[in-house]
């Protein structure tokens, strides 16, 4: 049975950073590229980054480049995505999930930046 886990987020000031993680089972996690998603209240959801199988290549959203970096540990299953800089509009909660073939979603991780 496939399970994406998001963990890590929380209350940053804005300027603060978050780290986070999307542990992943049920699947051959190497094998697939995989993506960062977010939702804001009354928004629909967001592509925010996408890296391919190996780490070797990442693309982000316009809204997030030179701040937020994706990256990946295929030894552990696990996705990350670390987030500096942090705004009031990254507000959302975030989800991981595979790029092109989406397996069920999360319960994502609420990521609120305010002062």
């Known amino acids: 049975q496939v399970q994406l886990v998001e963990s890590g987020g929380g209350l940053v000031q804005p300027g603060g950073s978050l780290r986070l993680s999307c542990a992943a089972s049920?699947?051959?996690?190497?094998?697939?590229?995989m993506s960062w998603y977010r939702q804001a209240p009354g928004k629909e959801r967001e592509l925010v980054a996408t890296?391919?199988?190996?780490?070797?290549?990442?693309i982000y959203v316009d809204s997030v480049k030179g701040r937020f970096t994706i990256s990946r540990d295929n030894a552990k299953n696990t996705l990350y995505l670390q987030m500096n800089s942090l705004k009031p509009e990254d507000t959302a909660v975030y989800y991981c999930?595979?790029?092109?073939?989406?397996?069920?979603w999360g319960q994502g991780t609420q990521v609120t930046v305010s002062s």
């Open positions: 890296i391919t199988r190996a780490g070797s290549n990442t």
């Open positions: 049920g699947f051959t996690f190497s094998s697939y590229p």
């Open positions: 999930n595979r790029r092109y073939s989406e397996a069920a």
